[in-house]
C-alpha cells in the first residue's frame, strides 16, 4: 500500500551530525518529561552527547532518552534526525568543552525527515 | 524560574518559530519533536495530528517542556524553556483558527511564499498528506505555561574539531 512519507534514510541526514543547527535531549524527570539542549558528536558511527552537569545529574545509566537535532524554518526546510536509544556514561572526551559532560546515546531506533522529500512511498505500517 | 509573563520571555516567543515540544507516554517513555506554534492570551498552541506521539502523549499526560530559540539570530544563544501543561483541542473553531494564524505566520510571509515557491511541485504530495488523514484528524495542543527559564546552548562542536576520545 503506498502512503506519502517525509521519512529518508538518517545516513542522508548525517550533515545534522556534522552541523549540529538545534540539538537536544529529552528524557523522562520526576515531574514529567525533560529536556536538555546538549551539543553532538557523531564519531564512528557513536552519538556522544555533551550535556550541561545540571541535566546530565538527572539521567540514570540505561535510562531511555530521545536525541533530536533538527534545522529549518521554512515548511521545506525542516529537516531532523530523531535517535531513541539508551543512555551510557562516556570517559573524558579530549579536546571538548569541559564543562560537560559526555556521554553516549546506544540508539535502538534511528529516523530522519525532510519536508523538501515528501513523496508517495510503500506505506512504512 | 522567571514568570512566562516576564517581557524577555514573550519577546522570544513572539520571534522563536519552531518548539520543540518534550512528553511523555503512557509508558513513561520520552519524546520530543519540533511543531509550529502560535501564542495567543499567554497560551502556547502547537499545531499537530490526533495520532502523533505528540498528542497521543498529552492525552496520556499533560505535562510538557518546551524549547526555544531565535532561529533568526543564531548568534543569540540564549534558548527559552517553558514548562507546563497542556491538552488536544480538536473543536473545529480553534483549529481553524490555528491554521490561519500559522499560515499568517510561515507561509504569507517573503520567506515563506519563496519556499513554497520553489517547492510548488511538492504541494499535491503536501495535500495528499494533510488531506489523507493518515495520523488523524488535525488537531491542536495548548499549553498553559507555568514556568520559564532562559538556558544558554552550547557552542556548536563540529566531528572536526574531536581529537580523541580516551
Not at chain 1, 52 to 78: I, K, M, Q
Not at chain 2, 88 to 112: A, E, F, N, P
Not at chain 2, 152 to 162: C, D, H, L, S
Request: some cysteine.
Amino acid at each position: 500500500m503506498k502512503g506519502i512519507t517525509l521519512n529518508i534514510d538518517p545516513v542522508e541526514a548525517r550533515d545534522l551530525l556534522e552541523r549540529v543547527p538545534r540539538a537536544c535531549v529529552a528524557f523522562t524527570g520526576d515531574e514529567g518529561p525533560q529536556v536538555e539542549l546538549v551539543t553532538v558528536l557523531f564519531k564512528d558511527d557513536r552519538y556522544l552527547i555533551g550535556m550541561p552537569s545540571s541535566g546530565a545529574s538527572h539521567l540514570t545509566v540505561d535510562e531511555e532518552v530521545v536525541l533530536l537535532v533538527d534545522d529549518g524554518v521554512n515548511f521545506f526546510d525542516l529537516r531532523a534526525i530523531y535517535v531513541r536509544g539508551h543512555f551510557q556514561e562516556l570517559g573524558q572526551v579530549e579536546g571538548l568543552a569541559g564543562d560537560f559532560v559526555w556521554v553516549e546515546v546506544q540508539p535502538t531506533r534511528i529516523v530522519a525527515w525532510d519536508y523538501a522529500r515528501i513523496r508517495e512511498a510503500d506505506d512504512e505500517s | 524560574m522567571m514568570n512566562p509573563d516576564d517581557p524577555a520571555v514573550v519577546d522570544i516567543l513572539r520571534r522563536a518559530m519552531v518548539a520543540r515540544i518534550a512528553t511523555v507516554s503512557r509508558n513513561g517513555r520520552p519524546h520530543v519533536n519540533p511543531l509550529y506554534f502560535v501564542c495567543r492570551n499567554g497560551k502556547i498552541y502547537l499545531g499537530t495530528v490526533e495520532r502523533t506521539l505528540a498528542a497521543l502523549n498529552v492525552t496520556a499526560n499533560p505535562r510538557v517542556t518546551i524549547l526555544f530559540n531565535i532561529e533568526s539570530q543564531p548568534n543569540d544563544r540564549r534558548v527559552l524553556r517553558i514548562r507546563g501543561s497542556a491538552t488536544v483541542r480538536t473543536d473545529s473553531k480553534l483549529c481553524r483558527w490555528y491554521v490561519v494564524r500559522d499560515l499568517r505566520k510561515y507561509i504569507m510571509t517573503r520567506s515563506g511564499v519563496g519556499n513554497t515557491l520553489a517547492h510548488v511541485r511538492l504541494l499535491p504530495a503536501v495535500r495528499r498528506f494533510v488531506s489523507s488523514g493518515e495520523k488523524g484528524k488535525e488537531c491542536v495542543l495548548e499549553v498553559r505555561p507555568e514556568t520559564a527559564e532562559f538556558l544558554t546552548a552550547p557552542k556548536r562542536v563540529g566531528n572536526k574539531e574531536n581529537k580523541a576520545v580516551s
